[in-house]
C-alpha cells in the first residue's frame, strides 16, 4: 500500500518527540525559542536539543547528534546555517524522521544557486519518505498541543490562548500578524503555520490536514501564490464537508501571467481574476485586506445559519442611522421598511418624533427612558423582514443603563438566532455587549463591512449545497502552439456542436462570386483566411455588407493585394453571411498554467479590452453556471430584454460555452488558447452564431 503522504503533516501538529537541531540555550534565538515554546506551552512529548559543542540546553539534556538519540524523532527542526542545514536534513532523511521544518534560510528565496541547492534537497528528501516544511520557514505552532515549534517572537509578546482559528500562511510574519490582532479581540486560536519557501509541503496541502481539526470554527490562509490548486480544491472540500468556513488574503495582484497572452482572452482572463474565479468555485471567500481577513472572526464564530442580506438597524442617533443605510446599500444589503404591524406596536412605545421605518431611530430619548431599548426589540425580533441586525450605540454612559441595554441585546440576539452586530465607538460601552458574546465594532461602517462579507460568504456556500465539485488534476503543460485560420477554426468549433455563421472558404474570383450566389445573394462578409495573424481588419483582410457577386470578386482581389503589402500568406478568402442578431457577446478560453483550463464569457465586438464586461468560468460546468456568470455582467440587463426588444436566446449561448469548456477540458483537442467574437446572439428561441474564431491549437496535432 502506498504511504499516505499527509500522514507525516497530521503527525508534525501531534509529534511525540521532536529533535532541535542546532539547540541553543539562549531563548531568544532560532535555536532556543522552539525549545522555551515547547516547554512553556505544554507539550508533552520527547525533546530532543542536539548541539554537539553542549551538554544540556534550557534545562534539558543535550545530544551531539541525531545518530545518538536514544529513538527516531517523530519530526526535527533545523536551525542551522548554511551547508550545515543540508547536512541536517540529509541525516534526517536517512536516519527516517518523517518531516523536518527547516527554518534555515539561504536557498531559493535568495538566488538561482540556492533555489538549485533547495531542490535537490528536497528530491534527496522526498526519495527517502520524508516531508519538508520551509526552507526559511518560521516553523509550525499547534496551541491544542502544544507543537509550538516555531521561533516567532509574537508569542512572547502576545501569550497564546487556544481557540477555533486556524492560520496558515506561506510568509513568517503574516502567520503570526493575524494572530496577534485576533489575540487583541480576545479571539484564541489554535494554529499558527508558517511553510516558507513551500519547496515541499505547501500552504495549500498543509490546509488539507489543519482542516480536518474538529476544534477549529475558521481557517484563515495567506497566499502569495497558489503553486498547486489541487491542493486547496481538496482542503476546501474537507472544510466544507464539516461547515468550516476558509477566507483567504492573496497577495499580489498584479497582471503576472498575461505575458504569454496570444488573444483578447490572454488579456482579460489574467492570473488575478483566475484566483477570484478558483476561490469562489471552491467556496473560500477572498478577502481584499487584512482588515478584511480577520474583522470578520467573530462572525464566523457565532454558529449562525443566516438566510438572507435584509437588515434592521437600530440607534440612538439619526446620523448613525443615515450612515448604516449607506454603508449596507455598498454593501448590497437592502434596508426594508418594517411591516405596518411592527411600526404600530412601536409607535405605541417611542415618542412620536422617532423613525420606526427601518432604520429605528430611537432618538436621544434613550438616555430619559432606558427601557426604551429593551421594549422595542421583541416587536423587531418578531417582524419577518430582517434576515439580520446592527445596534448602534453612538453615545452612552453616564446617565444609560448601558448592562440592561448590553443584556437586552444579548436576549435578543438568542431570541432571534440571527447574525447580529453592535456598533459602539466607546471602549466602556463595547466592552458590556462583547462580555456577553456580542460582535462588537467601533464604527457602523466597520460592522456593515465586516457583516456584508460575512452574510455574502454564506451564501455562495449555500448555493454551492450538496454539488460535488471536482478537485482539478495538475494542469497539463501546454506544447508549443500555432495559429489556426479561420476557416479551420470555424470547422473545429462547428466539429464540437458551436453554431458557427454560414460560409465558404474561396480559392478563386469566380468561387467567391458563386459562393455569394449560394449563400441568396443576401450581404455577406469577405475575409482574407490566413494563419499568420489574428487580427484582420488592421491589415484591410475584412469588408462588410457586400451585396453583389461583382463586389465580392472585387474584394477577393484586394484581399489578395493587402496580404501581399502586410506580408502574409493567405490560405483562401471567406465568403460569410452576414449574421444580424440582437447583442455580439464573446466566448474565450485558455490553458492556464496553473489553474489549468479557463473559459470567459462575456460582451463582446472590437471594444472587449477597452470596455471589459466578463466573466470567468472553470471546467468541467453545464450551463446553469453559464447563466449565473451572465446574470454577473454589467449588461445583464440588456440579455433579458430592454424598451420593447425582446430577450436574447442565452441558453443557445451557454449550450456554445459548454462545449467550449468541455473540449478546453479535453487534452486530446490540443487547445491552448481560443478567441470567439463576436458570437451573433439572436431573439431568445433563434440560436446564436459564431462569426469570427482565433484558435491556438498544439503544433503536434493534426
Not at 266 to 292: C, K, P, Y
Request: glycine share 10%.
Amino acid at each position: 500500500m502506498t504511504p499516505d503522504p499527509r500522514a507525516a503533516l497530521r503527525l508534525a501538529l501531534a509529534p511525540r518527540s521532536i529533535a532541535v537541531i542546532g539547540a541553543s540555550d539562549n531563548p531568544h534565538k532560532i535555536g532556543g525559542r522552539p525549545i522555551a515554546y515547547l516547554s512553556r506551552f505544554g507539550f508533552r512529548g520527547q525533546i530532543f536539543p542536539i548541539n554537539p559543542a553542549r551538554d544540556e540546553v534550557q534545562g534539558l539534556r543535550c545530544w551531539p547528534s541525531l545518530q545518538a538519540l536514544p529513538e527516531r524523532p517523530d519530526i526535527a527542526i533545523v536551525a542551522v546555517p548554511g551547508d550545515g542545514a543540508v547536512e541536517a536534513v540529509d541525516a534526517c532523511a536517512e536516519a527516517g524522521v518523517a518531516l523536518c521544518i527547516i527554518m534555515s534560510s539561504g536557498f531559493g528565496e535568495v538566488d538561482a544557486a540556492g533555489k538549485e541547492r533547495e531542490r535537490a534537497m528536497t528530491a534527496r528528501a522526498r526519495a527517502l519518505g520524508m516531508r519538508l516544511v520551509g526552507p526559511n520557514s518560521q516553523g509550525l505552532a499547534n496551541f491544542g498541543t502544544g507543537a509550538v515549534a516555531s521561533f516567532s517572537t509574537m508569542f512572547t509578546e502576545v501569550p497564546p490562548a487556544d481557540g477555533p482559528v486556524g492560520i496558515i500562511s506561506q510568509s513568517g510574519a503574516m502567520s503570526v500578524i493575524p494572530y496577534g490582532l485576533l489575540r487583541a479581540r480576545g479571539i484564541g486560536v489554535r494554529h499558527s503555520h508558517a511553510t516558507g519557501n513551500d519547496c515541499d509541503v505547501t500552504v495549500c496541502e498543509l490546509a488539507t490536514v489543519v482542516a480536518e481539526d474538529p476544534a477549529l470554527k475558521l481557517l484563515l490562509l495567506y497566499l502569495e501564490g497558489i503553486p498547486d490548486p489541487w491542493h486547496l480544491a481538496e482542503a476546501a472540500r474537507v472544510a466544507r464537508d464539516r461547515g468550516l468556513p476558509i477566507v483567504a488574503l492573496k497577495s499580489g495582484r498584479t497582471a503576472a501571467g498575461q505575458e504569454a497572452a496570444l488573444s483578447h482572452t490572454g488579456a482579460l482572463a489574467n492570473e488575478d481574476r483566475t484566483v477570484d474565479a478558483f476561490l469562489a468555485e471552491h467556496g473560500i471567500w477572498r478577502a481584499q485586506s487584512m482588515v478584511d481577513l480577520v474583522d470578520t472572526a467573530q462572525l464566523y464564530l457565532q454558529g449562525w445559519k443566516p438566510r438572507g442580506r435584509r437588515l434592521v438597524a437600530i440607534s440612538n442617533s439619526g446620523a448613525v442611522c443615515v450612515m448604516t443605510a449607506d454603508a449596507a446599500t455598498d454593501a448590497g444589503m437592502p434596508l426594508r421598511p418594517l411591516s405596518e404591524a411592527t411600526q404600530s406596536e412601536l409607535r405605541t412605545i417611542l415618542p412620536g418624533f422617532a423613525t420606526t421605518t427601518n432604520p429605528v431611530d430611537i432618538t436621544a430619548a434613550l438616555l430619559t427612558n432606558s427601557k426604551l431599548f429593551g421594549a422595542i426589540l421583541p416587536a423587531i425580533a418578531r417582524d419577518p423582514a430582517a434576515d439580520a441586525f446592527l445596534i448602534g450605540v453612538a453615545v452612552a454612559g453616564a446617565g444609560y443603563d448601558v448592562e440592561a441595554f448590553a443584556a437586552d441585546a444579548a436576549a435578543f440576539a438568542q431570541a432571534t438566532g440571527k447574525p447580529l452586530v453592535v456598533a459602539a465607538p466607546q471602549a466602556s460601552v463595547s466592552g458590556r455587549f462583547k462580555a456577553l458574546g456580542l460582535a462588537t465594532y467601533p464604527t457602523e461602517g466597520e460592522a456593515v463591512r465586516a457583516l456584508g462579507q460575512y452574510l455574502a460568504h454564506a451564501e455562495l456556500l449555500q448555493a454551492m449545497g450538496k454539488r460535488d465539485i471536482p478537485i482539478p488534476r495538475p494542469p497539463r503543460k501546454a506544447r508549443p502552439a500555432r495559429l489556426l485560420d479561420e476557416a479551420r477554426s470555424l470547422a473545429l468549433l462547428a466539429a464540437w456542436g458551436v453554431p458557427v455563421a454560414r460560409h465558404a472558404l474561396c480559392t478563386t474570383a469566380a468561387g467567391a462570386r458563386q459562393a455569394f450566389a449560394d449563400l441568396g445573394a443576401a450581404p455577406v462578409v469577405v475575409k482574407g483566411c490566413t494563419d499568420q495573424a489574428s487580427h484582420k481588419t488592421e491589415l484591410g483582410l475584412v469588408r462588410v455588407g457586400l451585396c453583389d457577386g461583382q463586389a465580392v470578386a472585387e474584394a477577393f482581389e484586394a484581399m489578395h493585394a493587402a496580404a501581399a503589402r502586410a506580408g502574409v500568406a493567405l490560405s483562401g478568402v471567406i465568403v460569410a453571411e452576414l449574421v444580424r442578431g440582437q447583442r455580439e457577446l464573446m466566448i474565450g478560453a485558455r490553458l492556464d498554467p496553473v489553474f489549468g483550463p479557463v473559459v470567459l464569457v462575456g460582451d463582446g465586438g472590437k471594444y472587449v479590452e477597452a470596455m471589459p464586461d466578463t466573466q470567468l468560468l472553470l471546467p468541467p460546468f453545464e450551463a446553469p453556471a453559464v447563466h449565473a456568470a451572465l446574470r454577473r455582467l454589467r449588461i445583464a440587463p440588456l440579455l433579458e430584454g430592454v424598451r420593447g426588444e425582446p430577450p436574447l436566446d442565452t441558453e443557445a449561448f451557454a449550450q456554445a460555452v459548454v462545449a467550449v469548456g468541455r473540449h478546453m477540458a479535453d487534452p486530446a483537442a490540443g487547445i491552448v488558447q481560443l478567441d470567439i467574437n463576436p458570437v451573433i446572439v439572436r431573439a431568445r428561441g433563434q440560436g446564436c452564431a459564431a462569426v469570427d474564431a482565433v484558435i491556438y491549437r498544439e503544433e503536434d496535432l493534426p
